[in-house]
């Protein structure tokens, strides 16, 4: 299946087997890093290697059924890599296998990855927190005289629902219509078929939720369709695209792309500035790692942003679970010893998605400057 919102995703991170273990396997696939399949095939090779031997490391430790389990996940990966691979728009592919429970999801995103395999009692899912924050549910509306077009884009997923056509009234088959009579109709008309489309992209929403919408229309008609949308959908408006109604479905989708990533930088600059006036008022904005992740422990965030590509060295305590900044000795929460963590940004990531927070990466190239890097938005 393709995974498309933050909702299915945290069904994904929610979903935890009693006992036994959760493989969550990571493969770039980027063509421009391994253009060929043979290529491609050494590094697969590599990592169910780098897998293969941390399931026998790991065995000891588990039930039998566990490790049967296990066992079945690694079966199932090399099946599943066997047949060719259709590369295509893919550069990075995450598969999260639980064969025990038969639990099997794959999820294939147009932004590479690095390789990585994970055994645990959840799903690993941080290294596909950029994925999901940059591409939310988006419906694109286009409409002309006659004509509408209605398009969502989610995840890598693209669709087109509906393309219909509502009929002109016919000017030469009116009967001593007098020119303002026709006047009026083909207004009255025009305002129909304009409701007409209003009212499917709002059926839309109830299907299929989006978070943003975008609009194709002419100029002249801007304004009667933002008009006539729902309050619901007004709110999602996020701009407009200049394109013909019959234009070819990729180029609808390449501009529609264009303005999701400006209002994706918009809506990280308004977080940046939302996290910096909270921080000084009364404390429900948090700015660097130590206060964030001092937050994300009393389980108090509402959205956590952070620069893409950010790591950081650090502890986490193996008995509650508490994350820290640098190399404490005992936890303070619950005195027991911590344990270094190579990366607690990860750990950060994955714990908010578990908590059900939003999380929210800025890929630009030292976006998040002002906020060392890493913030949040805190519910109180
Ligand atoms: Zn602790």
Same mark, same amino acid.
């Given at each position: 299946m393709t995974v498309q919102t933050q909702e299915e995703v945290r069904e994904i991170v929610n979903f935890s087997p009693d006992g036994l273990v959760v493989t969550s396997f990571y493969l770039n696939v980027d063509a421009t890093e391994f253009p060929s399949d043979a290529a491609l095939q050494t590094s697969l090779d590599s990592l169910m290697h780098t897998a293969e031997s941390r399931r026998k490391d790991m065995?000891?430790?588990?039930?039998h059924e566990a490790t049967e389990s296990l066992r079945g996940d690694l079966t199932a990966l090399r099946e599943f890599f066997a047949d060719d691979l259709q590369r295509e728009e893919t550069k990075g592919i995450a598969i999260f296998s639980c064969s025990a429970q038969n639990f099997w999801q794959v999820i294939q995103m147009p932004m590479p990855v690095g390789n990585q395999v994970y055994f645990g009692?959840?799903?690993? !899912?941080?290294?596909i927190a950029t994925f999901v924050s940059h591409t939310k549910p988006t419906a694109i509306l286009l409409t002309d005289q006659q004509h509408a077009r209605i398009f969502t884009m989610s995840g890598s997923e693209v669709r087109e629902w509906t393309d219909f056509e509502d009929n002109a009234p016919q000017r030469t088959a009116q009967r001593g219509g007098s020119q303002s009579n026709y006047q009026r109709r083909s207004d009255q008309w025009k305002q129909h078929h304009i409701d007409h489309a209003a009212e499917l992209v709002l059926k839309l929403l109830q299907h299929y939720p989006f978070d943003w919408l975008i609009l194709g229309t002419e100029v002249q008609s801007q304004a009667t369709l933002e008009q006539a949308l729902h309050p619901y959908l007004k709110d999602r408006v996020v701009g407009e695209i200049s394109v013909r !109604?019959?234009?070819?479905s990729a180029e609808i989708i390449e501009k529609a792309e264009e303005i999701r990533e400006q209002v994706e930088s918009r809506h990280i600059d308004t977080l940046i500035e939302q996290i910096q006036e909270f921080a000084g008022a009364g404390g429900r904005g948090a700015i660097g790692l130590e206060k964030t992740l001092e937050a994300l422990n009393e389980q108090k965030i509402h959205i956590l942003l952070l620069q893409q590509g950010l790591v950081h060295q650090g502890s986490e305590c193996p008995n509650c679970g508490m994350l820290f900044a640098d190399q404490q000795k005992t936890c303070v929460a619950c005195n027991e010893p911590t344990r270094p963590v190579d990366d607690v940004i990860d750990l950060a990531v994955q714990k908010a998605i578990e908590l059900g927070s939003t999380v929210e990466v800025a890929t630009e190239f030292e976006k998040l400057l002002p906020i060392e890097s890493i913030g949040a938005i805190l519910y109180y």
């Open positions: 065995e000891e430790g588990l039930s009692p959840r799903p690993h !899912i941080s290294p !109604i019959d234009a070819d």
